[in-house]
């Protein structure tokens, strides 16, 4: 079984990655870590100062703590003892999982969501809900317990 775990910053895809350690899979399963690293234009202020004024210089260094955040869930999710790899894709986050489910071929999604309902949802968008429909497979959403108990629940 081929496993694709959309990941991001948030501490839902902590939620999402712990449901997949710590679940029993088939011999064979493969669980391919993916974050997608969306078009962003950086504050002037915050360019300047951390990447001494170089697009490509801040762009090269997102791309870099992307990949130490798949590489981060991939190393838990080896000590659980699954085969794991990693792929760190450009685009916007919704369209960029469903593209590498279908190019990978991927029996499964699973993907965090902070539960926003109403006009939050509306302004931030909503990734697990833009997937669901156009995804290849089946998608299991997993839901952020300290959100949905909390504030936007």
Not at 81 to 89: A, F, K
Not at 112 to 126: A, F, P
């Amino acid at each position: 079984m081929k496993v694709l775990l959309a990941i991001d910053e948030d501490s839902c895809s902590e939620e999402a990655v712990n449901e997949v350690g710590n679940r029993t899979w088939g011999e064979g399963t493969t669980v391919r870590v993916l974050h997608a690293v969306g078009k962003f234009v950086p504050p002037a202020q915050e360019l300047w100062y951390d990447s001494g004024g170089d697009l490509e210089q801040a762009r090269r260094e997102i791309r870099d703590r992307s990949k130490q955040l798949t590489e981060q869930a991939a190393d838990w999710l080896r000590e659980q003892g699954l085969s794991v790899e990693t792929s760190v894709r450009d685009g916007e986050p919704g369209p960029a999982v469903v593209t590498e489910a279908k190019e990978w071929g991927a029996d499964l999604v699973v993907i965090g969501s902070r539960g926003h309902t109403g006009l939050r949802r509306l302004v931030e968008g909503s990734v697990s809900h833009y997937v669901v429909d156009p995804a290849p497979c089946p998608v299991e959403v997993v839901h952020c317990k300290e959100i949905k108990e909390g504030e936007d629940g």
